[in-house]
């Protein structure tokens, strides 16, 4: 069973950074795609970045730039670095994962498994 748990939100004014973890079990030596999403209430949930196990990663244009999706393989931890936050990024995070079944790996993949969030505010 494939279990997420998210840390490191938190809150910081404009132009702060933070580090957000995802610590993964139940996919040892399997091919996943992993991802970062974002949801303010009110609002349909949004894709922030995606990654494979072979590093590759893409972004939402609202975060090239500024944000970084990594991956340690051996930890089966998931990171989100978060640099030059503004206000429009505060949301709740959640990350994603499921076993990688073709090429490609993006937000648009249809993840079974999420973690439950973290939060993240942006404000002075």
């Known amino acids: 069973q494939v279990q997420l748990v998210e840390s490191g939100g938190g809150s910081v004014q404009p132009g702060g950074s933070l580090r957000l973890t995802c610590a993964g079990t139940?996919?040892?030596?399997?091919?996943?795609?992993l991802g970062w999403f974002r949801q303010v209430p009110g609002k349909e949930r949004e894709g922030v970045a995606a990654?494979?196990?072979?590093?590759?990663?893409n972004y939402a244009d609202s975060v090239k730039g500024r944000f970084t999706i990594s991956l340690d393989n051996a930890k089966n931890t998931l990171y989100l670095q978060m640099n030059s936050l503004k206000p429009e990024d505060t949301a709740m995070y959640f990350c994603?994962?499921?076993?990688?079944?073709?090429?490609?790996?993006?937000?648009?993949?249809?993840?079974?498994?999420w973690g439950r969030g973290t939060p993240v505010t942006v404000s002075s």
């Open positions: 994603a994962a499921d076993f990688l079944q073709g090429p490609l790996c993006d937000t648009d993949y249809p993840f079974d498994y």
């Open positions: 139940g996919y040892t030596d399997h091919a996943m795609c």
């Open positions: 990654i494979d196990a072979d590093g590759y990663a």
